[in-house]
């Protein structure tokens, strides 16, 4: 199967923290706390009193940004232990929410795609989203066949988590389910897929 | 008219066949000796010889009760195929009224509408449905308005919302899909559902149609056809099944090409749905066999030229590859170089 | 081929509801049901005045599944171009005249957890429709209707006692009272949408505070009615045709086509759908658009031109028609 050529990747336009907003509302994972600081560095630091921060070090656990964004006074922070921590209290924050208030999405692409699908269930325009991406390009998948997610994959094909089909990652992404497509590759000769690549590292 | 309904499968033993007539009634996608996408969009208004395809504006044929049939098992299987966002409910009810008035208009004989203000009786005989509810009220119905007249209409159903210039997938009933999965493209806009589609995007195809379904205008629907290839005569080719149905690509020798590759035609046609302003895509698939389409000789020798000189990315993309060169070489058989005439109905 | 599906209609009722407001109400010809359409929808009317034929878009006011007939509202304007003046002075029960279908520029967002509509005199109308939509579906909505003087707004009343004072809130201009948009706007839940319809300055005015508060652009929504400003008198070339047509003062491109025998594409005659979008081969003074859809790139590239609302300063345009 042809993948070149494909066009559903999605764009992210960058955190571009908008002035006019009454609240400021970061979901950040890993690498994406440079993003907020680069936000800091690029209008100046007023913002911050009118923001709240929610953090997962996930995969960038080393580089101890928890303790960077501390320094930056935010009118809140926290460190949540992991990503389903994290967006169980998004979702909270999200209802008592208000019109105004802009949300904030940095980290990878599969982190993005979950906290965006939170979002949108309070009746949030992806559009109106402010996204950046950083960190490992790896990619969360959904295996077609059997709907399994796997995470941080890397290569294509990759072998299902749940199903153990070899799989050839698609650029076709959902927002809704916050995923890339796996399609099994040898389905027409079992048997025959090729050796994995490294692709997405 | 009353239509005889055959008893069929579309999987396992694949006894699917079309009679003479649904030949002759066959919405042959090609109009002329080549093929390109382009957005080949005419108003949907009854056309044709009598007794093809467009003379109805919801066609309901001889395969019925056993596409019905298939559906069923489809969806016993995989729920994950009928799915609407939570904001498609006015648009679901639209569709329910739009197609129950299109088939008790048009088939008289096998189904009847009865409308009492808000109180509605709703009657399939072919399927042995007598249901009465109340138009706007989903707790009077056994499931959703959408899911229950999609079981009861040939065909795949998509509706797509329209917001801020765009077009989004967000509701369906998809289990005839030419590889295309709703599961995952429920929620993507026009140009991000139509991703995989290769050479489309970079001659403009989706920006112009884009263009036009966005003024596509409530008592106008319009039609175009699609088409690609499947091998036996299977509905449900879809990506979830694809490692199931896959290898069947590889079984078409120069012996079965007759019985074994299908020409596969979708009949879409678009309606602006009036309470939701929404618009409904229907997907009809029509399957015919190589040996049933050469018994017309202008599309043996038409298609035999649109699949011997199809640019490589459509073969590839489309899934021919591996059994395209049999194919052409036994249409060949049937080409005797003969001019076609314009048009796609049979001589 | 074409299917023709405008609709002859009989004028079945006129009904004066306010100072300079007249409620007109439409039923088939041919006793055929109207077509349900959704709130916010608006059809083209086309009056026969005389000689000439106008075209002009009103917004449906009545029940969206009410298809025994259509309702309009129209306000007597000063400076008519004539379709008001002729609907308030010369019309009257049993008269008949062609009805477009429904056609929505002004759909409200089905995703929404709350609607708030923001409406300004005869800007009304197209809210009419939605609340009794969005009061079927069950939705959560709320209407701020601004108004000159109690007499002149039409509809506070019924509005109140159909949807309740919680949900319809009047402000009136001779009472010093104006919609208290920030107040309004500064604690909604995530999620709501805004919808304006009003004069020009009404809607430039909630839009932007809305987005000075950080409503984001997706939650924004309004619609105005353009009706084609007059200006000098210019002839436009078909270069396909190889025709001249004479494009009056008051007339917009558009009309001097049809006056013309020339189908052009339309659905809102008030530049905001695109249907009318005419490529320009050459002209030669400086196009004036008036039009909410072109890009402003478009817009400046002077090769596209919305008929239906746009002129030209100068003596001459040809059109890629």
Not at chain 2, 218 to 228: A, I, M, S
Request: with cysteine; proline share 6%.
């Amino acid at each position: 199967m042809l993948v070149a050529g494909i066009k559903s990747r999605p764009v992210y336009g960058g955190l571009n923290v908008d002035t006019h907003a009454k609240r400021h509302l970061f979901a950040l994972e890993g690498e994406g706390a440079l993003a907020l600081m680069d936000q800091v560095k690029a209008v100046g630091p007023d913002f911050l009193e009118h923001s709240d921060i929610l953090y997962v070090a996930a995969a960038s656990a080393a580089h101890e940004h928890d303790k960077a964004l501390a320094k930056l006074g935010a009118d809140t922070l926290w460190v949540a232990p992991t990503i389903p921590v994290l967006l169980n209290r998004l979702n909270v924050m999200l209802g008592q929410a208000h019109m105004g208030t802009h949300i904030y999405l940095s980290g990878t692409e599969g982190f993005i795609g979950q906290a965006q699908q939170v979002a949108m269930n309070h009746g949030v325009d992806p559009a109106s989203l402010h996204k950046e991406h950083r960190g490992s390009t790896a990619r969360r998948v959904q295996c077609v066949h059997c709907k399994g997610i796997t995470d941080n994959v890397t290569t294509s094909p990759y072998t299902c988590s749940a199903c153990g089909l070899p799989l050839l990652v698609r650029d076709h992404y959902s927002r809704r389910l916050g995923a890339f497509q796996g399609v099994n590759i040898d389905a027409e000769e079992p048997g025959t897929a090729p050796k994995p690549q490294e692709l997405f590292p | 008219m009353n239509i005889k309904f055959k008893t069929e499968s579309f999987r396992n033993d694949y006894t699917f066949k079309n009679s003479a007539e649904a030949i002759r009634r066959f919405p042959f996608p090609f109009n002329e000796d080549k093929y390109m996408y382009s957005v080949n969009m005419e108003p949907h208004v009854p056309a044709g010889p009598p007794g093809h395809a467009y003379n109805k504006p919801i066609d309901v044929d001889e395969h019925y009760v056993a596409e019905m049939h298939d559906r069923a098992m489809v969806l016993k299987e995989d729920p994950l195929r009928y799915q609407a966002l939570p904001h498609m409910m006015a648009a679901q009810w639209d569709t329910l009224e739009l197609l129950m008035e299109a088939q008790a208009a048009g088939y008289p004989e096998h189904f009847t509408l009865e409308r009492n203000g808000g109180q509605w009786r709703w009657i399939n005989r072919p399927m042995g449905i007598d249901q009465t509810f109340t138009f706007g009220d989903a707790s009077t119905l056994p499931m959703e308005p959408l899911e229950f007249i999609t079981r009861q209409a040939q065909g795949d159903f998509v509706i797509v919302d329209q917001r801020d210039g765009q077009l989004w997938c967000d509701a369906g009933m998809v289990t005839t899909q030419a590889d295309w999965s709703l599961d995952f493209d429920i929620g993507m806009n026009f140009h991000e559902w139509h991703g995989p589609v290769p050479l489309a995007h970079e001659i403009g195809v989706f920006d112009r149609a884009l263009k036009f379904l966005l003024n596509l205008q409530q008592g106008k629907p319009v039609r175009r056809l699609n088409w690609t290839m499947t091998i036996n005569p299977r509905l449900d080719t879809s990506p979830e099944n694809y490692h199931k149905w896959g290898p069947d690509r590889a079984t078409v020798t120069p012996e079965n090409v007759g019985n074994k590759v299908h020409l596969r035609c979708e009949l879409q046609s678009l309606w602006r749905l009036p309470r939701s302003n929404a618009i409904l895509f229907v997907i009809r698939c029509y399957l015919i066999k190589m040996e049933e389409l050469v018994t017309v000789p202008k599309w043996a020798r038409r298609f035999h030229r649109v699949l011997r000189d199809l640019p490589p990315e459509l073969v590839d993309y489309k899934g021919l590859t591996r059994y395209r060169p049999a194919t052409v070489g036994w249409l060949s058989r049937f080409d005797d170089g003969q001019p076609t005439s314009p048009g796609i109905y049979p001589e | 081929m074409t299917i023709n599906t405008e609709m002859k209609v009989r004028v079945a009722k006129v009904t004066q509801v306010a100072d300079k407001v007249k409620r007109f109400r439409f039923e088939r010809v041919d006793g055929e049901p109207m077509p349900v359409f959704s709130g916010g929808a608006h059809v083209i009317v086309s009056m026969r005045d005389g000689k000439a034929l106008r075209r002009n878009p009103y917004s449906l006011m009545s029940s969206p599944e009410d298809t025994k007939g259509y309702e309009i509202s129209v306000l007597r304007v000063e400076n008519s171009r004539g379709g008001s003046a002729f609907l308030h002075e010369t019309l009257k029960e049993g008269d008949e005249l062609v009805l477009s279908q429904p056609v929505n520029l002004f759909p409200f967002d089905q995703r929404a957890k709350k609607h708030i509509m923001m409406a300004g005199g005869i800007g009304i109308t197209p809210f009419l429709a939605m609340m009794d939509q969005m009061e079927r579906e069950g939705k959560n909505f709320e209407l701020h209707y601004a108004v000159r003087t109690r007499t002149h707004g039409a509809y506070w009343k019924d509005l109140q006692q159909r949807y309740g004072a919680h949900r319809v809130k009047v402000y009136c201009d001779a009472e010093n009272l104006f919609i208290p948009v920030e107040k309004i706007l500064a604690n909604q839940p995530l999620g709501t949408h805004l919808y304006v319809c009003g004069p020009a300055g009404m809607i430039n005015g909630v839009l932007g505070k809305a987005r000075d508060m950080g409503w984001p652009k997706q939650n924004l929504h309004s619609e105005e009615f353009l009706a084609p400003p007059p200006g000098k008198a210019f002839q436009v070339k078909l270069a396909k045709s190889s025709r001249a047509i004479d494009v009056a003062p008051h007339q917009s491109i558009l009309e001097a086509l049809e006056a013309n025998g020339v189908d052009a594409p339309y659905l809102c005659r008030g530049g905001a759908c695109g249907q009318c979008e005419t490529g320009v081969v050459s002209c030669d003074g400086a196009l004036e658009h008036n039009d909410h859809f072109l890009e402003p790139d478009d817009k400046a590239s002077g090769r596209k031109i919305m008929i239906c609302v746009s002129r030209i300063k100068g003596n001459e345009v040809t059109l890629d028609l």
